[in-house]
């Protein structure tokens, strides 16, 4: 168990619908990451954040929208979904934001688009 | 921009037996860290291994080493006693800095099975 938790588990919608992923990041943690792994594209970075910040961007597309609340917590959402939206969604979290931390996984949100 | 590639999209072992699973990477970063990710079929991400690029010295971990070749910019993981519980899909990833902050780059992934 990394300490870092995703709900929900398995998400299953319908094309042009609307869902929100949460993470909650280990203790003490302030930097949270988002990931999409697919089968086409693999494990590509969407987004970071940095104690409510956002810090930098990766592959996010516009449908796209992420945020990091006050606890550090943080939402990512998903709009006007298609049928490629379909993948697993990883957060990460590590203490800060310089190329020594560690990013550690939670478990993924299972995201299917009917 | 950085890119990872493994090449060994399928490797397979005995049990108690020695794998090497192979990345190179491409970077124009002096300084980054490099890391090994396993993924096992509850599709869980656990970090195995992480080698900062500025130390000589090649990193363990247990039954996991790493061969860091700077120059050559390859980073391959060696599993030794190879275990049941190895078997998943290993993920090569490189950190880097700068305006990149804390993105992780991954390479394709290369399966892992180890056979009874």
């Known amino acids: 168990d990394s300490g870092v938790t995703q709900t929900p588990k398995h998400l299953i919608t319908a094309t042009g619908q609307r869902v929100t992923l949460r993470c909650s990041p280990r203790?003490?943690?302030?930097?949270v990451y988002w990931y999409q792994q697919s089968l086409d594209q693999g494990l590509q970075f969407l987004i970071q954040?940095?104690?409510?910040?956002?810090?930098a961007k990766g592959n996010i597309l516009e449908r796209f929208s992420a945020q990091q609340f006050p606890d550090l917590h943080s939402e990512l959402n998903l709009s006007s979904l298609e049928l490629g939206d379909s993948a697993l969604y990883f957060c990460?979290?590590?203490?800060?934001?310089?190329?020594?931390?560690?990013?550690?996984f939670g478990p993924g949100t299972r995201l299917t688009v009917l | 921009a950085q890119t990872v590639t493994q090449s060994q999209p399928e490797m397979s072992v005995q049990e108690a037996e020695t794998v090497t699973l192979s990345c190179t990477y491409d970077?124009?970063?002096?300084?980054?860290?490099l890391f090994w990710y396993k993924q096992p079929p509850s599709r869980q991400m656990i970090l195995v291994i992480r080698?900062?690029?500025?130390?000589?010295q090649n990193a363990t971990e247990n039954r996991f080493s790493v061969n860091f070749q700077k120059a050559a910019k390859s980073f391959s993981l060696k599993i030794s006693d190879s275990q049941l519980g190895d078997t998943a899909m290993y993920f090569c990833?490189?950190?880097?800095?700068?305006?990149?902050?804390?993105?992780?780059?991954f390479g394709q992934g290369t399966i892992l099975t180890v056979h009874p």
């Open positions: 203790s003490g943690d302030l930097s």
């Open positions: 080698q900062e690029a500025y130390k000589q």
């Open positions: 990833a490189h950190h880097a800095g700068g305006t990149s902050y804390g993105k992780l780059t």
């Open positions: 990460a979290s590590s203490v800060d934001t310089d190329r020594t931390d560690t990013q550690y």
């Open positions: 954040y940095y104690n409510g910040e956002e810090r």
């Open positions: 970077t124009s970063e002096s300084n980054y860290y």
